[in-house]
């Protein structure tokens, strides 16, 4: 194998790939990088087994091969590499050089055969979503994934495939985000998906928001494709439950708030709140939020902020650190607060937000101490 290429190409095309490759493996070719010569350059891929990350990028190849290079060491080289053309070769087995201006280095690769192969995904039943959107979705609900092993299934972002629609859920039992946007009609079957968040981190990163997605699914995998580069995961297997049922129809009291505000009082309050419970409480009433705060060992503070309410007075107490992170990811100045009571899930909406798409989180009360 022997191909020439730019230092940006090379740069760009391992910095796509890298985020793939396993911190610490008993598997010593996944900290490797697959290199393989293709009819438009080379292609670069890397897994950890749950995830696989392959890119293509432009280069002069010589003689077609492929090989796997630690993946640490490449990186390092190529950072420091001076503005010239990359030249990599590999002899026989193993041997890979790399020589750009007057620098030159010899790695030791691994044969391409001990590489994993990539999981078998049938694209001719793909859907086709447009990056963006997907984003838009990704960025709106992966914050509130459970990471407590206990329940497995809370560790996946639900994603509902429908012919017009496509939403996201996430929760950890104790908040929820769930968001739809609609899509033009698709000839692919409808379909409920259940994602690790680490492999939505890499379509966000990797994937330019003007792209169109191909996406299709495996037995138990899910591949995405562009033209140049494709992800596959591993699928979160089992159901998810039904959060329809928590999402309450009947809350009859609101709050309209303004973001900055309400993100400023909570921030203060949180200073002096417990740091197991994190919990506030926050009374309501017509024209006026207050908040107050008692941590037995450490002191107590107060707050209030003027705001729209409409509804009976009302004490709740909540987890100011999951209000503070739902209220980061509303996209409007001002937001909608619903309540029915003090034991009762509470909603949070963007107020005022002309959007096609549908948004909303729901953060479970905390029972206030008397």
Same mark, same amino acid.
């Given at each position: 194998?022997?191909?020439?290429?730019?230092?940006?190409?090379?740069?760009?095309? &391992?910095?796509?790939?890298?985020?793939?490759?396993?911190?610490?493996?008993?598997?010593?070719?996944?900290?490797?990088?697959?290199?393989?010569?293709?009819?438009?350059? *080379?292609?670069?891929?890397?897994?950890?087994?749950?995830?696989?990350?392959?890119?293509?990028?432009?280069?002069?190849?010589?003689? #077609?091969?492929?090989?796997?290079?630690?993946?640490?060491?490449?990186?390092?080289?190529?950072?420091?590499?001076?503005?010239?053309?990359?030249? $990599?070769?590999?002899?026989?087995?193993?041997?890979?050089?790399?020589?750009?201006?007057?620098?030159?280095?010899?790695?030791?690769?691994?044969?391409?055969?001990?590489?994993?192969?990539?999981?078998?995904?049938?694209?001719?039943?793909?859907?086709?979503?447009?990056?963006?959107?997907?984003?838009?979705?990704?960025?709106?609900?992966?914050?509130?994934?459970?990471?407590?092993?206990?329940?497995? $299934?809370?560790?996946?972002?639900?994603?509902?495939?429908?012919?017009?629609?496509?939403?996201? !859920?996430?929760?950890?039992?104790?908040?929820?985000?769930?968001?739809?946007?609609?899509?033009?009609?698709?000839?692919?079957?409808?379909?409920?998906?259940? *994602?690790?968040?680490?492999?939505?981190?890499? *379509?966000?990163? &990797?994937?330019?928001?003007?792209?169109?997605?191909?996406?299709?699914?495996?037995?138990?995998?899910?591949?995405?494709?562009?033209?140049?580069?494709?992800?596959?995961?591993?699928?979160?297997?089992?159901?998810?439950?039904?959060?329809?049922?928590?999402?309450?129809?009947?809350?009859?009291?609101?709050?309209?708030?303004?973001?900055?505000?309400?993100?400023?009082?909570?921030?203060?309050?949180?200073? *002096?709140?417990?740091?197991?419970?994190?919990? $506030?409480?926050?009374?309501?009433?017509?024209?006026?939020?207050?908040?107050?705060?008692?941590?037995?060992?450490?002191?107590? #503070? %107060?707050?209030?902020?003027?705001? %729209?309410?409409?509804?009976? %007075?009302?004490?709740?107490?909540?987890?100011?650190?999951?209000?503070?992170?739902?209220?980061?990811?509303?996209?409007?100045?001002? !937001?909608?607060?619903?309540?029915?009571?003090?034991?009762?899930?509470?909603?949070?909406?963007?107020?005022?937000?002309?959007?096609?798409?549908?948004?909303?989180?729901?953060?479970?009360? &905390?029972?206030?101490?008397?």
């Amino acid at each position: 194998m022997r191909f020439t290429i730019s230092r940006e190409k090379l740069q760009e095309g &391992l910095a796509a790939v890298t985020a793939a490759v396993p911190a610490k493996t008993t598997l010593p070719v996944l900290a490797n990088l697959l290199v393989e010569t293709t009819e438009r350059g *080379i292609r670069l891929s890397a897994t950890d087994l749950d995830i696989a990350v392959s890119t293509e990028v432009s280069a002069d190849v010589e003689s #077609a091969g492929s090989i796997t290079i630690p993946a640490k060491k490449l990186s390092e080289i190529a950072r420091e590499l001076p503005p010239s053309p990359v030249k $990599i070769s590999a002899s026989g087995e193993q041997r890979v050089t790399l020589e750009c201006g007057r620098s030159k280095f010899k790695l030791l690769g691994l044969p391409r055969d001990e590489f994993p192969t990539f999981p078998s995904v049938r694209f001719n039943e793909s859907w086709r979503v447009k990056s963006g959107e997907l984003q838009k979705l990704i960025s709106h609900t992966a914050f509130a994934v459970s990471t407590e092993e206990s329940r497995p $299934i809370l560790n996946g972002v639900l994603w509902e495939l429908r012919d017009d629609k496509m939403r996201m !859920v996430a929760t950890n039992g104790h908040r929820l985000a769930k968001m739809e946007v609609p899509v033009e009609s698709s000839s692919a079957p409808a379909g409920d998906l259940i *994602i690790p968040p680490k492999a939505l981190d890499q *379509i966000k990163r &990797l994937f330019p928001a003007e792209e169109e997605l191909e996406i299709a699914r495996g037995d138990n995998h899910l591949g995405f494709r562009s033209p140049f580069t494709s992800v596959f995961t591993r699928l979160v297997e089992g159901p998810y439950p039904n959060y329809e049922q928590v999402i309450p129809k009947d809350n009859d009291r609101y709050c309209i708030a303004d973001k900055g505000a309400l993100t400023g009082a909570l921030k203060r309050m949180s200073v *002096i709140a417990s740091d197991q419970t994190h919990r $506030i409480k926050m009374s309501f009433n017509t024209g006026m939020l207050k908040f107050s705060v008692t941590t037995p060992d450490l002191g107590e #503070a %107060q707050d209030e902020l003027p705001v %729209q309410y409409n509804g009976d %007075q009302l004490d709740i107490g909540f987890n100011a650190t999951y209000l503070l992170e739902i209220l980061r990811y509303m996209p409007t100045e001002q !937001v909608r607060l619903t309540f029915k009571a003090p034991e009762r899930a509470a909603t949070i909406e963007p107020e005022g937000w002309d959007d096609p798409a549908k948004y909303l989180c729901l953060v479970m009360p &905390l029972r206030l101490m008397d």
